[in-house]
């Protein structure tokens, strides 16, 4: 069932570039469509050269997204039918993928590891020094009780 066009989505993930549709698939899941912007893939140029937007329609779930193979004219206001269909031929968006870390915070890790651990050698070495004052101490008072 679609219903009225509304201006909060109900999962947004993507990059809306027009008022969302939600739609219900005959089991019961709720879907948002969109027209979402992405990044065109740019040929490498000597010159930077200004490129628009792709665009692409979108459907979000609570649990997925899935992207149209195909942009008819007047997406996502759609007749439910088209919509669903549409739906039904759309494939899985994989997660996206986390950039490598920066090297300015590989370094910063590097050197909070370095510290943790010197703070452990640290702490190993004070209890050593507090276990051997111990034994000290307690070598004398037996020693002294020894005596008496």
Do not use: C, K
């Not at 109900?10 to 990059?15: I, V």
């Not at 004219?73 to 739906?87: I, Q, V």
Request: glycine share 8%; proline share 11%; charged share 20%.
């Amino acid at each position: 069932m679609v219903q009225s066009m509304s201006s909060d989505p109900l999962f947004p993930r993507g990059n809306p570039l027009t008022e969302s549709m939600s739609l219900t698939t005959r089991d019961g899941v709720r879907w948002t469509a969109y027209i979402d912007g992405y990044s065109p893939r740019r040929p490498r140029r000597l010159f930077a050269q200004t490129v628009l937007p792709g665009r692409r329609l979108r459907f979000d779930s609570a649990t997925e997204s899935r992207i149209s193979p195909e942009l008819p004219a007047g997406s996502p206001f759609l007749a439910e039918r088209r919509l669903l269909g549409l739906l039904a031929r759309s494939p899985v968006l994989p997660e996206p993928e986390l950039p490598p870390p920066s090297p300015g915070l590989l370094w910063q890790q590097r050197w909070q590891a370095r510290i943790a651990a010197g703070r452990a050698r640290g702490v190993r070495r004070g209890r050593a020094l507090v276990n051997a004052a111990h034994l000290v101490a307690n070598a004398l008072l037996e020693g002294h009780w020894a005596r008496s």
